[in-house]
């Protein structure tokens, strides 16, 4: 069982959490996951290690479904059944010169762990994170104190420029060298993004997420296609260098189970509203 030390929420459907799990906090390095069990009877979900903490670290996880809510909905001092971490391949963190570490909505969540390791490698670190609105965006203090520079996108213009992280880093490309690049954030994000870096030939990883269950290299649900090549995503990865990666298939099996996880969002409202009316 893994006590929940802090529970705060960061923006519209963002919530943040500190747990303490020393196995993991003293192992953990920029890049890797662990996969959390909210109770015995629940789902595996792989989430980043957002920060690390002593003996804690943090998730920052957004609520797209039944068990990012149930996760939403402990606080403080509460207990998470199950913890299995750190997983994945560390980042590739070595002195490139100067590289830029994007984070795209929720993916903003793993920006500042690299960033740092970027930084503490010798690395001049650009940092670029993007949301919607200005609402959505989070972490920014966070990064602006671990990075050398920072830009701040929005689609809409309420914050920074209007616009995407791929126009920033395009622009910044047609100014400078960039050496290499870190992109997290959703798929269709990531790809658009790592196409403005190909022509340049910049060394460019991207954080795939795909469906995960067990995290161990086991089940094979976290299959992508890198290079005409299948690795896991979860013992091979979870980063690749992005000129390599099927992004279409990513969307693609990314969407497999989209009916029955609505079922089970619709049961689990259901439940709760019940359970709410009852007492
Ligand atoms: C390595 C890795 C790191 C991740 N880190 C974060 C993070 O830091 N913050 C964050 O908000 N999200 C992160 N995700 C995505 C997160 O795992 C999913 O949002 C979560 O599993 C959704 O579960 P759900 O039951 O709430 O939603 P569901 O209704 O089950 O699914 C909603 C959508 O989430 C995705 N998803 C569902 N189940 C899984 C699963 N077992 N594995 C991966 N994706 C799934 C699918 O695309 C699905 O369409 C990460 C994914 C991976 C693979
Ligand atoms: S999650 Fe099962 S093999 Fe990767």
């Known amino acids: 069982m893994y006590r929940v030390l802090k529970a705060t929420q960061l923006a519209e459907r963002v919530f943040q959490m500190w747990v303490f799990a020393p196995h993991v906090a003293h192992h953990a390095k920029a890049g890797q996951f662990l996969i959390v069990r909210v109770h015995e009877a629940g789902e595996r979900i792989p989430l980043t290690i957002s920060a690390i903490d002593g003996d804690a670290v943090r998730i920052i996880f957004m609520t797209v479904g039944k068990t990012t809510e149930l996760l939403a909905t402990l606080r403080q001092g509460d207990m998470i059944r199950d ?55 989070i972490l920014e203090d966070e990064m602006r104190a671990c990075c050398d520079e920072l830009f701040i996108t929005t689609d809409d213009g309420s914050k920074g420029v209007h616009g995407f992280a791929a126009d ?55 299959r992508v296609q890198v290079g005409g090549t299948t690795r896991f995503a979860c013992v091979d990865g979870p980063e690749f260098d992005a000129h390599l990666v099927d992004f279409d298939l990513l969307m693609q099996r990314q969407r497999t189970y989209q009916t029955e996880e609505r079922e089970a969002l619709e049961q689990y409202h259901e439940h709760s509203c019940s359970c709410k009316g009852g007492e």
């Open 83 to 137: 913890i299995a971490g750190p997983l994945g391949l560390p980042s590739e963190v070595s002195k490139y010169g100067t590289c830029a570490v994007i984070g795209g909505g929720v993916g903003i969540a793993s920006a500042p762990i690299i960033a740092r390791a970027a930084k503490s490698a010798g690395n001049h670190v650009i940092g670029i994170i993007g949301a919607r609105n200005a609402g959505l965006l």
């Open 168 to 222: 920033v880093l395009k622009a910044e490309l047609e100014k400078r060298t960039i050496d290499c690049v870190w992109i997290i954030g959703p798929a269709i994000m990531m790809k658009v993004t790592s196409g403005i870096t190909r022509p340049y030939n910049v060394k460019t990883f991207v954080s795939l997420n795909p469906i995960m269950v067990d995290g161990t290299g086991m089940c094979g649900s976290c």
